[in-house]
């Protein structure tokens, strides 16, 4: 086997993907994204809870709070998410499937500020015969023309994720407050 070969990833749909992706997202995001994906998927039925019984059911995730999941070992999240990175990195022969995971986990506003600005690259460079019925559909819920616009439209209304470094705001010697 050589160092190059893919990892085998087990089966997923859109909606479970994304919601394995964006696990520690905000329900209340994760429930739009759910939303779109089940509509992808043509399922649109499909709810959080479903998505999230499902990983369950597959040994993907695991519960350790009421309302808190964590990935188990088997769902190999890390290599999903290089995935998507190269999809990001490479759009060109991205496929449509791809293409909407990466609009969806933008959608649920759990990608850092690099992979966001990747994502609205994307999907400003889509051309017309390119666009998805997922896209199409969160373009008519959001009442754009355009994907641009659907992009500019979830990236203000998804902030990016607030990192602080260990001791961002500790004054100590750069303030020239450390007591002496």
Do not use: C
Request: proline fraction near 8%; charged fraction near 25%; glycine fraction near 8%.
């Amino acid at each position: 086997m050589s160092p190059r070969s893919r990892v085998i990833l087990p089966p997923l749909n859109l909606t479970e993907e994304a919601v394995l992706l964006a696990l520690d997202g905000q329900r209340s995001r994760l429930r739009v994204v759910v939303n779109a994906a089940a509509h992808a998927d043509g399922e649109p039925h499909m709810t959080l809870r479903g998505a999230r019984r499902s990983l369950r059911a597959a040994g993907l995730v695991e519960r350790v709070g009421p309302r808190s999941y964590r990935p188990t070992a088997a769902s190999a999240r890390v290599e999903r998410r290089r995935l998507v990175g190269g999809i990001l990195f490479y759009p060109k022969g991205a496929a449509p499937r791809e293409i909407d995971l990466a609009v969806l986990l933008l959608l649920s506003g759990t990608m850092p500020t690099r992979a966001r600005r990747l994502t609205r690259g994307l999907m400003v460079a889509l051309p017309a015969d390119a666009i998805t019925p997922m896209i199409t559909w969160l373009m008519r819920q959001y009442g754009v023309s355009t994907p641009k616009e659907l992009a500019d439209e979830i990236m203000w209304e998804t902030p990016e994720p607030m990192h602080f470094e260990e001791g961002a705001f500790d004054p100590g010697m750069a303030a020239g407050l450390d007591g002496a």
